[in-house]
């Protein structure tokens, strides 16, 4: 069974598979701008309240494996994630604007996966893999 995490009001196993891509499919995420990227998700992970289990950054999406309380819904996450991030980003790296149309670095639909102890290191061994294809 996979590790419970133990709150004060409760005891869960919430996972979510997250993927979104930059708008346009822009491969953007190399070098210092991909490595700046999952500073700020570990930021963003740790002033929100949340565990990233596993990340992977390929040049034109992300995928992430998170854990949090079930007081917070996946949409809030995504947005925390995909919000601070974009924010963060274009003002430290003002060359990232020239390859986007208006400046908006995520393109607004993102893929939500709840997971559950049985298949998490499925995805687990999935996000791993993903920077050998």
Same mark, same amino acid.
């Given at each position: &069974? $996979?590790?419970?995490?133990?709150?004060?009001?409760? !005891?869960?196993n919430?996972?979510?598979?997250? !993927? #979104?891509c !930059?708008k346009?499919?822009?491969?953007?995420?190399?070098?210092?701008?991909?490595?700046r990227?999952?500073?700020?998700?570990?930021?963003? @992970?740790?002033?929100?309240?949340?565990?990233? =289990?596993? &990340?992977?950054?390929? +040049?034109?999406?992300?995928?992430?494996?998170?854990? @949090?309380? +079930?007081?917070?819904s +996946? $949409?809030?996450?995504?947005? &925390?994630l995909?919000?601070?991030? @974009?924010?963060?980003?274009?003002?430290?790296? +003002?060359?990232?604007?020239?390859?986007?149309w208006?400046?908006?670095? #995520?393109?607004? @639909?993102?893929?939500?996966?709840?997971?559950g102890?049985?298949s998490?290191?499925?995805?687990? =061994?999935?996000?791993?893999?993903? =920077?050998? =294809?």
């Amino acid at each position: &069974m $996979s590790e419970l995490i133990y709150a004060r009001t409760a !005891v869960y196993n919430v996972n979510y598979h997250f !993927v #979104w891509c !930059v708008k346009y499919r822009r491969k953007i995420f190399t070098g210092n701008i991909e490595d700046r990227l999952k500073q700020l998700f570990n930021e963003i @992970a740790n002033e929100k309240d949340f565990i990233i =289990k596993t &990340m992977e950054i390929m +040049p034109d999406h992300v995928h992430l494996f998170v854990s @949090a309380h +079930p007081k917070y819904s +996946p $949409s809030y996450l995504y947005k &925390m994630l995909k919000g601070i991030s @974009a924010r963060r980003l274009l003002l430290e790296f +003002p060359e990232i604007k020239t390859k986007l149309w208006k400046g908006h670095l #995520w393109n607004s @639909a993102t893929y939500t996966e709840t997971i559950g102890h049985i298949s998490e290191n499925t995805i687990l =061994k999935y996000i791993e893999d993903q =920077k050998t =294809k």
